[in-house]
């Protein structure tokens, strides 16, 4: 590790956006968290949490600054994301409850718990990480943090040539979970950069319905349909969900009347 100067903020890796993970003993992968991402920085006593864009957001989660205070190295730059949880999935919408919340009553009385998954490392100690491969980087993580709640460690498995990513992905999926993130297990941090070492892969949400019927057209449509009429099967019995008219041109009309 290259010694540097004081530790500061660091402009985060960004991820590609990609439709599936790539395989291979290369990459490894770990669940993508429906959060904010912040940049956490120690140095000596002081301790302060960066989003993306630099902005300052230590008084929104006292709870995690006294949690890295606590912590036995007094210089580091990591990077995280902070969430909520509704149920056993990450809420985007319950962290947004203390969206504005700096003093500690209100934010207290807000309700809202929340935690920081710490996932790769940048600075340790006068030393800077980035070169370092992302596998020496979460190792290093992983032995330099004490893991008490608040603080979490965002763990990865290994990726194979038998399809564990797609597996952990339809897994993500039947779990609710917002996606995948795959990374290039032997990458360096590249501060500011989207780059393909790191392929985020979203979950697409699945439902089951059942066509019930279809309202009567308007206009050009007078003479066909307006829309489906949409339902889920439920033990009560069909509950409308929705009525869906876009999408159709004239020969799927013609199709679906028939």
């Given at each position: 590790?290259?010694?540097?100067?004081?530790p500061?903020?660091?402009?985060p890796?960004?991820a590609?956006?990609?439709?599936?993970?790539?395989e291979?003993?290369?990459?490894?992968?770990?669940r993508k968290?429906?959060?904010i991402?912040l940049?956490a920085?120690?140095?000596?006593?002081?301790?302060?949490l960066f989003t993306?864009?630099?902005?300052?957001?230590s008084?929104?989660?006292?709870?995690?600054?006294?949690a890295?205070?606590?912590?036995?190295?007094?210089?580091f730059v990591?990077?995280?994301?902070v969430?909520?949880?509704?149920?056993d999935a990450t809420?985007?919408?319950?962290?947004?409850r203390?969206?504005?919340l700096s003093?500690?009553?209100?934010i207290?009385h807000?309700?809202?718990?929340?935690?920081?998954?710490l996932f790769d490392l940048?600075h340790?100690?006068?030393h800077?990480?980035?070169?370092l491969a992302?596998?020496?980087r979460?190792?290093?993580?992983?032995?330099?943090?004490?893991?008490?709640d608040?603080l979490?460690?965002?763990e990865?498995?290994?990726?194979?040539d038998s399809?564990t990513?797609?597996?952990?992905?339809a897994?993500?999926c039947?779990?609710?979970?917002?996606?995948?993130?795959a990374?290039r297990?032997?990458s360096r941090?590249?501060?500011?950069?989207?780059?393909r070492?790191?392929?985020?892969?979203?979950t697409?949400?699945q439902q089951?319905?059942?066509?019930?019927?279809?309202?009567k057209g308007?206009?050009?449509?007078?003479?066909a349909f307006g829309?489906?009429?949409?339902?889920?099967?439920?033990p009560?019995?069909?509950?409308w969900?929705?009525?869906v008219?876009?999408?159709?041109?004239d020969?799927?009309?013609?199709?679906?009347?028939a």
């Amino acid at each position: 590790m290259d010694e540097v100067d004081d530790p500061g903020f660091v402009q985060p890796m960004l991820a590609t956006p990609a439709e599936r993970p790539i395989e291979g003993e290369h990459w490894v992968y770990e669940r993508k968290l429906d959060g904010i991402r912040l940049i956490a920085v120690r140095n000596r006593e002081t301790v302060r949490l960066f989003t993306r864009n630099g902005h300052d957001r230590s008084a929104a989660y006292p709870e995690v600054v006294e949690a890295l205070v606590g912590q036995r190295h007094d210089r580091f730059v990591a990077d995280a994301e902070v969430v909520a949880f509704d149920g056993d999935a990450t809420s985007f919408a319950r962290l947004q409850r203390r969206s504005g919340l700096s003093d500690p009553a209100r934010i207290r009385h807000s309700g809202v718990g929340v935690f920081l998954y710490l996932f790769d490392l940048m600075h340790l100690e006068g030393h800077s990480c980035i070169d370092l491969a992302l596998r020496d980087r979460t190792k290093l993580l992983s032995e330099a943090f004490d893991f008490d709640d608040p603080l979490r460690l965002s763990e990865h498995l290994n990726g194979d040539d038998s399809g564990t990513g797609r597996r952990l992905l339809a897994d993500a999926c039947d779990r609710g979970w917002e996606g995948l993130i795959a990374k290039r297990a032997d990458s360096r941090y590249d501060p500011g950069r989207r780059s393909r070492n790191w392929l985020k892969i979203k979950t697409h949400g699945q439902q089951e319905l059942v066509v019930a019927g279809y309202t009567k057209g308007q206009g050009r449509r007078s003479d066909a349909f307006g829309a489906l009429v949409l339902g889920v099967q439920e033990p009560g019995g069909l509950r409308w969900a929705g009525n869906v008219g876009t999408g159709f041109d004239d020969a799927e009309i013609a199709r679906l009347l028939a």
